[in-house]
T-cell receptor, first 114, second 112 residues
């Protein structure tokens, strides 16, 4: 158990819909990262937050957005969903910003868009 | 920009045989290197990491990796494969302060 929690575990929805994925980082961790894992794209970095502020952006679509709240939990919002958005979405947390710090991953949310 | 290359998307070994999973990185500055393992339907779990100091790093479950700067490599090894080692393995590099760069993963199959 990494200490990172994600809800829900599974999500089935239809094209065009909007969903919200939730992540609670390890206690004390200020950095939260979001990743998308699909069979054809591998593990893709989406976005990072540090202590409530957006810190880095990766391959995140404009239809996707995220935020980190004062209690440090984070939400990833996916809108106008397409079939290709079906994937595993992982959240990871890290204590701070030091390069050598380990990222701890949650169990993921499996999204299926029908 | 950093990148990570994992040679061999699928590796099969016999139970008890040596496991060797290859990882090469490109980085303009000394990197921090990580190996993660992902079991089916689970998140990624840290196996080991190299930050500074000794270039041979020991991790969990009998795995180790050696940082070779001259070869820009960080290959993962285990002397004797066990059935429970069957999983997906990811190499990652971090030296930007904000992002991890993951390889495409190597799926390890252990043949009884």
């Amino acid at each position: 158990d990494s200490g990172v929690t994600q809800t829900p575990k599974h999500l089935i929805t239809a094209t065009g819909q909007r969903v919200t994925l939730r992540c609670s980082p390890r206690s004390g961790d200020l950095s939260v990262y979001w990743y998308q894992q699909s069979l054809d794209q591998g593990l893709q970095f989406l976005i990072q937050y540090y202590n409530g502020e957006e810190r880095a952006k990766g391959n995140i679509l404009e239809r996707f957005s995220a935020q980190q709240f004062p209690d440090l939990h984070s939400e990833l919002n996916l809108s106008s969903l397409e079939l290709g958005d079906s994937a595993l979405y992982f959240c990871a947390s890290r204590e701070g910003l030091a390069d050598q710090e380990t990222q701890y991953f949650g169990p993921g949310t499996r999204l299926l868009v029908l | 920009a950093q990148s990570v290359t994992q040679l061999g998307s699928h590796v099969s070994v016999s139970e008890g045989a040596l496991v060797l999973l290859r990882c090469n990185y490109s980085s303009s500055v000394p990197p921090y290197l990580f190996w993660y393992v992902q079991y089916p339907n689970q998140g990624l779990q840290l196996l080991l990491k190299y930050t500074t100091g000794a270039t041979l790093v020991k991790g969990i479950n009998g795995f180790e990796a050696e940082f070779k700067k001259s070869e820009t490599s960080f290959h993962l090894t285990k002397p004797s494969a066990h059935m429970s080692d069957a999983a997906e393995y990811f190499c990652a590099v971090s030296n930007t302060g904000n992002q991890f760069y993951f390889g495409t993963g190597t799926s390890l199959t252990v043949i009884p």
